[in-house]
């Protein structure tokens, strides 16, 4: 026993040494002159986009300012809980310097999100009502992202204050599923939407099981490398302040930068979505559409809108009418009850965006007061035509050929509906930096000292960072946010009970009680706040 404390002491002295050192001007001057450089980035591009604006009020763009620094605080506040996990073990290991850790980890964020591809953050966006998607630049659409903005912060704060690593995924979906129901019980009598269950079951699954697989899969990755690597340094802790052997070191720092890289391809983009939704609800003439299309597409997309108007008119009956085809299409995404109309409502709104387009020749041209109309009759094609597919047994009964053509023509309005700009994901990696500068040092303390009994060893580490990375990377390809929290957390305690470390059971009640209680709190958090702004606003 003398000999584990012995091992363990010196170690942790020099732990609280390093973690209390202050940033040298050298650094200081270095970040800020990138952080400035981000911002003249980010100011110029949103000013070119905000050009085309013919706004004679400030108003508007006071409200852009003020919401864009909420969402953006929502990314600094994410950035104290789960980039600071992607650290924790190179700077309990002695691998890298605490502050250059956190320096590489913010470039490795940086980059992922600049690469992410936004289907993580627009898959989201499906959980929310599909009025206040459609109308968000009401007042019911701007109570609806400031209320959960604000609650998944008020809750993300509160869990970093007590040094507990929650989950910034669970604390947004919790906020958005609050929106969802206060928004069906205040408008009970009007019939309007809530949750998208269906969705929000796919994506609770992918939330659920990746801890669980984090604990199991770093478990068997450290017992599996005991059976077959044999050198005994990498199952040691560290002593003194020694880094590790070479190998060991780049092993520890390279699923840091993997673990890094993941975090900001997933994570980064849940606060992406709801930027756009701002964007689109204040400056629909610059954000509703992807004017950066060419135009040289228009004649492509014309040709796929006839292919599909051709399969879609296979099933509809000869001389059916409809008063009007998007209330018909809104019906079928809010309730998910096809009916006959359905078909042929959807194929009279892709005429008209055909015939638009058409007469327009480019996505640029569309005309300022049309563009919010134009983007929701795309919205409503697009999720109806998901539904179908996720209903096959229920709506028409198309082949897979012609499932290859309608996903074809999904393709082409989500390019046009679906983007995120790149100042936009520059600013989304600049605000999780800062905040992992901020306050990196409570959730690092947590991983690496209060999960385990004994000191995390290289191998320990190694296994917990390339079981979350891999984890991480299969969501984001699937389209799923996961908790990058959840994973390493998981993946460390896996790694314990693999070794025979032990446990600290207070900890481990703790971070679980956390987690519990996220979705509930955020839940009722987000819905009172979502009632409280539609009365003030």
Same mark, same amino acid.
């Given at each position: ?23 040298? #001007? ?7 002159? /990138? ?17 085309? *604006?013919? !706004?004679?009020? /400030?108003? =508007?763009?006071? &409200? ?7 969402? @953006? ?24 310097? =605490? ?32 009025? @206040? ?52 019980? !205040? ?23 990746? #801890? ?9 990755? @450290? ?12 199952? *040691? ?38 930027? !756009? @939704? /701002? ?5 629909? +003439? ?52 096809? +009916? ?8 009279? /709104? ?5 015939? *638009?387009?058409? &007469?327009?020749?480019? !996505?640029?041209?569309?005309? #300022? ?8 009759? &795309?919205?409503?094609?697009? *999720? ?52 992992? &500068? ?100």
């Amino acid at each position: 026993m003398a000999a584990t404390v012995e091992n363990i002491l010196p170690s942790k002295g020099a732990i609280d040494e390093k973690l209390a050192r202050k940033t040298g #001007p050298g650094g200081i001057i270095v970040f800020a002159l /990138i952080i400035a450089a981000g911002l003249f980035y980010v100011a110029d591009h949103l000013i070119s986009d905000l050009s085309v *604006e013919k !706004m004679t009020s /400030i108003r =508007p763009y006071l &409200m852009l300012g003020g919401a864009l620094l909420i969402a @953006l605080g929502f990314e600094f506040v994410n950035g104290f809980h789960d980039t600071a996990n992607a650290v924790a073990t190179v700077i309990y290991t002695h691998s890298l310097e =605490p502050h250059v850790a956190v320096a590489w980890s913010g470039l490795c964020n940086f980059t992922g999100v600049l690469l992410s591809t936004g289907a993580v953050a627009f898959g989201i966006l499906s959980l929310l009502p599909v009025e @206040l998607i459609l109308q968000v630049g009401s007042s019911g659409g701007f109570a609806m992202v400031f209320a959960l903005l604000v609650a998944a912060m008020i809750w993300n704060l509160g869990t970093w204050y007590l040094g507990l690593p929650a989950s910034s995924s669970h604390t947004l979906i919790g906020s958005i599923i609050g929106v969802g129901i206060a928004n069906q019980l !205040m408008a009970v009598k009007t019939g309007t939407s809530g949750v998208d269950w269906g969705q929000v079951a796919n994506i609770g699954k992918s939330l659920l099981l990746s #801890p669980m697989v984090g604990f199991a899969l770093a478990a068997g990755l @450290l017992l599996i490398a005991k059976a077959t690597i044999t050198d005994k340094r990498l199952y *040691e802790a560290p002593q003194g302040t020694e880094p590790p052997p070479f190998w060991i070191r780049g092993l520890l720092i390279l699923t840091c930068t993997a673990v890094s890289f993941a975090h900001g391809s997933n994570d980064g983009q849940k606060g992406m979505g709801l930027i !756009m @939704l /701002i964007l689109i609800g204040l400056v629909p +003439t610059a954000y509703a559409l992807n004017r950066a299309v060419p135009a040289s597409a228009t004649a492509d997309f014309v040709a796929v809108s006839q292919q599909t108007d051709q399969i879609l008119d296979q099933y509809v009956s000869n001389g059916a009418a409809i008063a009007d085809p998007r209330d018909v299409v809104q019906e079928y995404i809010r309730t998910k009850h096809y +009916t006959e109309d359905t078909t042929l409502a959807l194929r009279q /709104i892709i005429n008209d965006i055909a015939n *638009e387009m058409g &007469m327009y020749k480019a !996505m640029a041209e569309v005309p #300022p007061q049309y563009a919010r109309n134009f983007r929701n009759d &795309m919205y409503l094609t697009s *999720e109806a035509l998901r539904l179908m597919k996720k209903q096959k047994n229920v709506g028409p009964a198309f082949t897979a050929d012609q499932w290859t053509v309608l996903d074809n023509y999904k393709k082409h309005i989500d390019t046009a509906t679906k983007f995120i700009p790149g100042w936009v994901k520059v600013a989304v990696a600049m605000a999780l930096g800062l905040g992992t &500068m901020v306050g990196w040092k409570r959730i690092v303390v947590t991983v690496g000292e209060k999960i385990g009994k004994d000191h995390l060893t290289y191998g320990q580490g190694a296994a917990a960072e390339i079981t979350a990375a891999c984890t991480i990377a299969a969501a984001d390809y699937y389209g799923l946010p996961v908790s990058t929290t959840h994973v390493l957390s998981s993946g460390v305690a896996g790694t314990m009970l693999a070794n025979k470390s032990g446990l600290q059971l207070e900890t481990v009640r703790n971070i679980a009680m956390a987690w519990i209680l996220t979705l509930p709190a955020s839940i009722v958090l987000s819905a009172f706040l979502f009632w409280l702004f539609r009365h003030i606003g």
